[in-house]
Protein backbone atom coordinates (compact mmCIF):
# COMPACT_ATOMS: atom_id res chain seq x y z
CA UNK A 1 0.00 0.00 0.00
CA UNK A 2 1.32 3.39 -0.64
CA UNK A 3 1.51 6.27 2.07
CA UNK A 4 3.00 8.62 0.03
CA UNK A 5 2.55 10.79 -3.79
CA UNK A 6 4.31 8.49 -5.89
CA UNK A 7 3.06 8.90 -9.49
CA UNK A 8 1.20 5.22 -10.96
CA UNK A 9 4.21 3.75 -12.53
CA UNK A 10 6.31 3.78 -8.94
CA UNK A 11 3.95 1.28 -7.54
CA UNK A 12 4.99 0.84 -3.91
CA UNK A 13 3.98 -1.96 -1.48
CA UNK A 14 3.84 -3.19 2.10
CA UNK A 15 4.35 -7.07 2.88
CA UNK A 16 3.87 -6.37 6.68
CA UNK A 17 -0.21 -6.06 7.34
CA UNK A 18 -1.67 -2.50 8.28
CA UNK A 19 -4.50 -2.83 10.91
CA UNK A 20 -7.03 -0.50 8.86
CA UNK A 21 -9.88 0.79 10.47
CA UNK A 22 -12.82 0.22 7.94
CA UNK A 23 -14.52 3.59 7.22
CA UNK A 24 -17.48 2.22 5.67
CA UNK A 25 -19.15 -0.99 4.53
CA UNK A 26 -21.72 -0.67 1.48
CA UNK A 27 -24.06 -3.74 1.05
CA UNK A 28 -23.71 -4.30 -2.90
CA UNK A 29 -25.76 -6.79 -3.12
CA UNK A 30 -27.58 -9.89 -1.23
CA UNK A 31 -24.23 -11.56 -0.39
CA UNK A 32 -21.34 -8.90 -1.68
CA UNK A 33 -20.14 -6.15 0.54
CA UNK A 34 -17.69 -3.49 0.08
CA UNK A 35 -15.42 -2.29 2.88
CA UNK A 36 -13.73 0.90 2.75
CA UNK A 37 -10.37 2.17 4.34
CA UNK A 38 -9.99 6.05 4.24
CA UNK A 39 -5.85 5.51 3.12
CA UNK A 40 -4.39 6.16 -0.18
CA UNK A 41 -3.62 3.03 -2.49
CA UNK A 42 -1.61 3.29 -5.38
CA UNK A 43 -2.51 0.31 -7.74
CA UNK A 44 -3.68 -0.35 -11.28
CA UNK A 45 -6.35 -2.27 -12.66
CA UNK A 46 -6.55 -6.25 -11.99
CA UNK A 47 -4.33 -5.76 -8.65
CA UNK A 48 -4.96 -7.41 -5.68
CA UNK A 49 -4.50 -6.68 -1.96
CA UNK A 50 -4.00 -9.69 1.28
CA UNK A 51 -6.88 -9.26 3.36
CA UNK A 52 -6.40 -10.91 7.10
CA UNK A 53 -8.76 -11.28 9.86
CA UNK A 54 -6.55 -12.68 13.15
CA UNK A 55 -8.14 -15.90 14.01
CA UNK A 56 -9.35 -16.78 10.90
CA UNK A 57 -7.56 -16.30 7.93
CA UNK A 58 -5.84 -14.21 5.31
CA UNK A 59 -6.80 -14.40 1.48
CA UNK A 60 -6.50 -12.50 -1.41
CA UNK A 61 -9.11 -9.82 -2.88
CA UNK A 62 -9.25 -7.42 -5.59
CA UNK A 63 -9.17 -3.83 -5.06
CA UNK A 64 -12.25 -2.83 -6.21
CA UNK A 65 -12.76 1.06 -5.93
CA UNK A 66 -9.94 3.95 -5.32
CA UNK A 67 -10.03 7.38 -5.28
CA UNK A 68 -7.90 10.21 -3.71
CA UNK A 69 -7.27 8.78 0.12
CA UNK A 70 -10.15 5.58 0.26
CA UNK A 71 -9.60 2.10 -1.53
CA UNK A 72 -12.29 -0.96 -1.18
CA UNK A 73 -12.77 -4.87 -1.83
CA UNK A 74 -16.03 -6.24 -2.45
CA UNK A 75 -16.65 -8.93 -0.70
CA UNK A 76 -18.98 -12.24 -1.22
CA UNK A 77 -20.26 -14.43 1.17
CA UNK A 78 -19.50 -17.97 0.26
CA UNK A 79 -17.28 -19.49 2.86
CA UNK A 80 -15.62 -19.80 5.91
CA UNK A 81 -13.26 -16.11 5.43
CA UNK A 82 -16.30 -14.28 3.93
CA UNK A 83 -18.80 -15.28 5.83
CA UNK A 84 -16.40 -13.89 8.98
CA UNK A 85 -15.65 -10.43 7.04
CA UNK A 86 -19.89 -10.35 6.39
CA UNK A 87 -20.06 -9.72 10.10
CA UNK A 88 -17.71 -6.89 10.19
CA UNK A 89 -18.89 -3.04 11.00
CA UNK A 90 -17.66 0.38 10.44
CA UNK A 91 -14.78 0.54 12.90
CA UNK A 92 -13.73 -3.22 12.94
CA UNK A 93 -9.96 -3.39 11.62
CA UNK A 94 -8.90 -5.80 9.32
CA UNK A 95 -5.11 -6.55 7.99
CA UNK A 96 -4.25 -5.10 4.46
CA UNK A 97 -0.70 -6.04 3.08
CA UNK A 98 -0.09 -5.00 -1.02
CA UNK A 99 -1.12 -4.14 -3.66
CA UNK A 100 0.61 -7.55 -5.15
CA UNK A 101 0.45 -9.31 -9.53
CA UNK A 102 0.21 -7.43 -12.33
CA UNK A 103 -2.71 -5.74 -13.47
CA UNK A 104 -4.76 -5.38 -17.45
CA UNK A 105 -2.87 -3.62 -20.47
CA UNK A 106 -5.53 -0.74 -21.50
CA UNK A 107 -6.48 -1.11 -24.84
CA UNK A 108 -8.80 1.19 -26.70
CA UNK A 109 -11.83 -0.79 -29.19
CA UNK A 110 -12.18 -3.42 -25.50
CA UNK A 111 -15.11 -5.63 -24.56
CA UNK A 112 -15.07 -6.75 -20.76
CA UNK A 113 -16.52 -10.52 -19.69
CA UNK A 114 -17.29 -10.67 -16.23
CA UNK A 115 -19.01 -13.26 -14.12
CA UNK A 116 -20.42 -13.43 -10.41
CA UNK A 117 -17.96 -11.59 -8.16
CA UNK A 118 -15.14 -11.48 -10.99
CA UNK A 119 -16.71 -8.06 -11.91
CA UNK A 120 -14.84 -6.93 -8.64
CA UNK A 121 -11.54 -7.54 -10.07
CA UNK A 122 -12.68 -5.54 -13.71
CA UNK A 123 -14.52 -2.87 -11.92
CA UNK A 124 -11.77 -0.15 -12.09
CA UNK A 125 -10.44 -1.67 -15.39
CA UNK A 126 -14.24 -0.82 -16.53
CA UNK A 127 -13.42 2.78 -15.04
CA UNK A 128 -10.45 3.48 -16.79
CA UNK A 129 -11.23 1.87 -20.29
CA UNK A 130 -12.55 4.52 -22.93
CA UNK A 131 -16.06 3.06 -23.59
CA UNK A 132 -15.98 -0.30 -23.35
CA UNK A 133 -18.75 -3.18 -23.79
CA UNK A 134 -18.78 -4.74 -20.93
CA UNK A 135 -20.62 -8.17 -20.72
CA UNK A 136 -21.63 -8.81 -17.23
CA UNK A 137 -23.69 -11.78 -15.86
CA UNK A 138 -24.50 -13.62 -12.72
CA UNK A 139 -26.68 -16.47 -11.17
CA UNK A 140 -29.65 -14.39 -10.99
CA UNK A 141 -30.48 -10.69 -10.06
CA UNK A 142 -29.39 -10.54 -6.40
CA UNK A 143 -25.57 -11.42 -7.49
CA UNK A 144 -25.75 -8.79 -9.45
CA UNK A 145 -23.65 -5.78 -8.40
CA UNK A 146 -22.88 -2.07 -9.33
CA UNK A 147 -25.65 -1.78 -11.38
CA UNK A 148 -26.12 1.70 -10.43
CA UNK A 149 -21.93 2.66 -10.31
CA UNK A 150 -21.89 1.32 -13.66
CA UNK A 151 -25.42 2.85 -14.93
CA UNK A 152 -24.37 4.88 -18.57
CA UNK A 153 -21.90 2.20 -19.28
CA UNK A 154 -22.64 0.53 -22.89
CA UNK A 155 -23.72 -2.58 -20.77
CA UNK A 156 -24.81 -6.06 -21.53
CA UNK A 157 -26.40 -7.85 -18.40
CA UNK A 158 -27.71 -11.39 -18.23
CA UNK A 159 -28.56 -14.05 -15.61
CA UNK A 160 -28.82 -17.90 -15.49
CA UNK A 161 -31.99 -17.85 -14.77
CA UNK A 162 -33.32 -14.83 -16.65
CA UNK A 163 -34.14 -12.96 -13.71
CA UNK A 164 -32.68 -10.06 -15.01
CA UNK A 165 -31.37 -9.04 -18.26
CA UNK A 166 -30.79 -11.73 -21.43
CA UNK A 167 -31.11 -15.11 -20.31
CA UNK A 168 -27.92 -17.41 -20.74
CA UNK A 169 -24.46 -16.73 -19.86
CA UNK A 170 -22.37 -14.34 -21.22
CA UNK A 171 -20.58 -16.51 -23.51
CA UNK A 172 -23.04 -16.48 -25.93
CA UNK A 173 -23.21 -13.28 -25.64
CA UNK A 174 -19.66 -12.46 -26.49
CA UNK A 175 -19.56 -14.90 -29.65
CA UNK A 176 -22.55 -13.08 -30.82
CA UNK A 177 -20.78 -9.53 -29.65
CA UNK A 178 -17.48 -10.58 -32.12
CA UNK A 179 -19.40 -11.92 -34.93
CA UNK A 180 -20.91 -8.74 -34.98
CA UNK A 181 -18.86 -5.96 -33.85
CA UNK A 182 -15.87 -5.92 -36.18
CA UNK A 183 -14.37 -3.45 -33.77
CA UNK A 184 -14.11 -4.86 -30.76
CA UNK A 185 -9.92 -5.82 -30.48
CA UNK A 186 -9.07 -7.19 -26.99
CA UNK A 187 -11.13 -8.73 -24.73
CA UNK A 188 -10.74 -8.61 -21.08
CA UNK A 189 -12.35 -11.06 -18.36
CA UNK A 190 -12.62 -12.15 -14.92
CA UNK A 191 -15.34 -14.91 -12.96
CA UNK A 192 -15.42 -18.58 -13.08
CA UNK A 193 -12.84 -20.13 -14.58
CA UNK A 194 -14.87 -22.58 -16.88
CA UNK A 195 -16.71 -18.84 -18.08
CA UNK A 196 -12.89 -17.37 -18.85
CA UNK A 197 -11.78 -20.70 -20.27
CA UNK A 198 -15.05 -20.31 -23.15
CA UNK A 199 -14.23 -16.95 -23.30
CA UNK A 200 -10.42 -17.66 -24.26
CA UNK A 201 -11.59 -20.06 -26.98
CA UNK A 202 -13.94 -17.62 -28.61
CA UNK A 203 -11.44 -15.13 -28.85
CA UNK A 204 -9.20 -17.76 -30.39
CA UNK A 205 -11.63 -18.41 -32.71
CA UNK A 206 -12.26 -14.73 -33.99
CA UNK A 207 -8.61 -14.29 -33.45
CA UNK A 208 -8.80 -11.75 -30.67
CA UNK A 209 -6.69 -10.76 -27.84
CA UNK A 210 -7.84 -11.87 -24.81
CA UNK A 211 -6.66 -11.53 -20.73
CA UNK A 212 -7.92 -13.41 -18.10
CA UNK A 213 -7.49 -12.82 -14.21
CA UNK A 214 -6.65 -16.16 -13.04
CA UNK A 215 -7.79 -17.18 -9.28
CA UNK A 216 -5.81 -19.65 -7.52
CA UNK A 217 -5.56 -19.96 -3.84
CA UNK A 218 -2.94 -18.15 -2.18
CA UNK A 219 -0.72 -18.04 0.64
CA UNK A 220 2.40 -16.04 0.58
CA UNK A 221 1.32 -13.94 -2.71
CA UNK A 222 4.44 -12.81 -3.30
CA UNK A 223 5.71 -15.59 -5.16
CA UNK A 224 7.72 -17.36 -2.21
CA UNK A 225 5.70 -20.58 -1.46
CA UNK A 226 4.42 -22.20 -4.79
CA UNK A 227 0.92 -22.45 -3.40
CA UNK A 228 -1.06 -20.52 -6.54
CA UNK A 229 1.14 -22.59 -9.53
CA UNK A 230 -0.71 -23.31 -12.61
CA UNK A 231 1.79 -25.28 -14.29
CA UNK A 232 5.19 -23.22 -14.15
CA UNK A 233 3.09 -20.25 -13.58
CA UNK A 234 2.98 -18.13 -10.42
CA UNK A 235 -0.30 -17.00 -10.20
CA UNK A 236 0.26 -14.09 -7.62
CA UNK A 237 3.84 -13.26 -8.92
CA UNK A 238 3.40 -13.49 -13.35
CA UNK A 239 -0.18 -13.36 -12.47
CA UNK A 240 -3.17 -12.53 -11.94
CA UNK A 241 -3.59 -11.44 -15.27
CA UNK A 242 -2.55 -13.85 -18.40
CA UNK A 243 -2.77 -13.28 -21.82
CA UNK A 244 -4.02 -15.14 -24.85
CA UNK A 245 -0.31 -16.48 -25.85
CA UNK A 246 0.76 -16.96 -21.91
CA UNK A 247 -2.73 -18.99 -21.10
CA UNK A 248 -2.62 -21.25 -24.53
CA UNK A 249 0.55 -22.69 -22.58
CA UNK A 250 -1.55 -23.35 -19.38
CA UNK A 251 -2.59 -26.93 -19.74
CA UNK A 252 -4.12 -26.47 -16.54
CA UNK A 253 -5.91 -23.25 -17.01
CA UNK A 254 -9.81 -24.53 -16.94
CA UNK A 255 -9.04 -27.60 -15.91
CA UNK A 256 -7.02 -28.21 -12.44
CA UNK A 257 -6.41 -26.24 -9.63
CA UNK A 258 -3.87 -27.18 -6.36
CA UNK A 259 -5.70 -27.03 -2.71
CA UNK A 260 -4.27 -25.70 0.71
CA UNK A 261 -2.24 -29.32 0.84
CA UNK A 262 -0.84 -28.56 -3.18
CA UNK A 263 -2.68 -31.80 -4.25
CA UNK A 264 -4.11 -30.81 -8.10
CA UNK A 265 -7.52 -31.68 -8.50
CA UNK A 266 -9.76 -30.73 -10.55
CA UNK A 267 -12.04 -26.92 -11.08
CA UNK A 268 -15.00 -29.11 -10.17
CA UNK A 269 -13.53 -30.91 -6.51
CA UNK A 270 -11.49 -27.19 -6.33
CA UNK A 271 -14.43 -25.58 -6.01
CA UNK A 272 -16.67 -28.07 -3.85
CA UNK A 273 -13.72 -28.23 -1.32
CA UNK A 274 -12.87 -25.65 1.64
CA UNK A 275 -9.98 -24.60 1.08
C1 LIG B 1 -6.33 -12.50 -7.17
C2 LIG B 1 -7.61 -12.86 -6.46
C3 LIG B 1 -8.58 -11.89 -6.26
C4 LIG B 1 -9.77 -12.21 -5.60
N1 LIG B 1 -10.69 -11.23 -5.44
C5 LIG B 1 -11.84 -11.51 -4.79
C6 LIG B 1 -12.81 -10.48 -4.60
O1 LIG B 1 -12.62 -9.34 -5.05
N2 LIG B 1 -13.93 -10.80 -3.93
C7 LIG B 1 -14.17 -12.07 -3.43
O2 LIG B 1 -15.23 -12.30 -2.82
N3 LIG B 1 -13.26 -13.06 -3.60
C8 LIG B 1 -12.11 -12.82 -4.26
N4 LIG B 1 -11.18 -13.80 -4.41
C9 LIG B 1 -11.44 -15.13 -3.81
C10 LIG B 1 -11.18 -15.07 -2.30
O3 LIG B 1 -9.80 -14.88 -2.05
C11 LIG B 1 -11.62 -16.37 -1.57
O4 LIG B 1 -10.94 -17.47 -2.04
C12 LIG B 1 -13.09 -16.66 -1.73
O5 LIG B 1 -13.84 -15.53 -1.40
C13 LIG B 1 -13.55 -17.82 -0.86
O6 LIG B 1 -13.10 -17.71 0.45
P1 LIG B 1 -13.87 -18.39 1.70
O7 LIG B 1 -12.85 -18.79 2.70
O8 LIG B 1 -14.95 -17.51 2.15
O9 LIG B 1 -14.54 -19.66 1.07
P2 LIG B 1 -13.99 -21.16 1.01
O10 LIG B 1 -14.16 -21.78 2.35
O11 LIG B 1 -12.67 -21.20 0.38
O12 LIG B 1 -15.05 -21.76 0.00
C14 LIG B 1 -16.38 -22.00 0.38
C15 LIG B 1 -17.16 -22.62 -0.74
O13 LIG B 1 -17.40 -21.61 -1.75
C16 LIG B 1 -17.30 -22.16 -3.03
N5 LIG B 1 -16.30 -21.39 -3.78
C17 LIG B 1 -15.17 -20.82 -3.31
N6 LIG B 1 -14.55 -20.11 -4.25
C18 LIG B 1 -15.29 -20.26 -5.37
C19 LIG B 1 -15.19 -19.79 -6.69
N7 LIG B 1 -14.18 -18.99 -7.06
N8 LIG B 1 -16.15 -20.13 -7.57
C20 LIG B 1 -17.17 -20.91 -7.22
N9 LIG B 1 -17.33 -21.38 -5.98
C21 LIG B 1 -16.42 -21.07 -5.07
C22 LIG B 1 -16.96 -23.60 -2.87
O14 LIG B 1 -18.14 -24.35 -3.02
C23 LIG B 1 -16.46 -23.73 -1.46
O15 LIG B 1 -16.78 -24.94 -0.90
C24 LIG B 1 -9.98 -13.53 -5.10
C25 LIG B 1 -9.01 -14.50 -5.29
C26 LIG B 1 -7.83 -14.19 -5.97
C27 LIG B 1 -6.78 -15.24 -6.17
S1 LIG C 1 0.82 -17.51 -3.02
FE1 LIG C 1 2.85 -18.08 -2.56
S2 LIG C 1 3.79 -18.19 -4.49
FE2 LIG C 1 1.82 -17.42 -4.93
Same mark, same amino acid.
Not at 12 to 35: A, N, Y
Not at 167 to 192: M, R
Given at each position: ?? &?????????? %???? /??????? *???????????????????????????????????? /??????????????????????? #?? +? $? #??????????????? #??????? $???????????????????????? +?????????????? &?? %??????????? *??????????????? $?? @??????????????? /??????????? !????????????????? !????? !?????? #? *????? @????????????? &??????????????????????????
Amino acid at each position: MQ &LSNKPETEIC %RTDI /PQMLEIS *DVVQEGKSQKSFFFRRPMECRPGQFIMVWLPGVDEK /PMAVSYWRKNEFAFTSQAIGRFT #NA +L $D #NLKKNDKLGIRGPYG #NSFSLKD $DACVVAGGIGISSVSTLIGKLKNP +LVIYGARSRQHLIY &LK %RFSGKNMILAT *DDGSYGRKGFTTGIL $DE @ALSSNSKIKVVYTCG /PEIMMKKVFDI !CKLHDIECEASVERMMK !CSFGI !CGACMV #N *DRIVC @ADGPVFNASQLSK &LSEFGRFARIKTGRKVTLKEYHGLHR
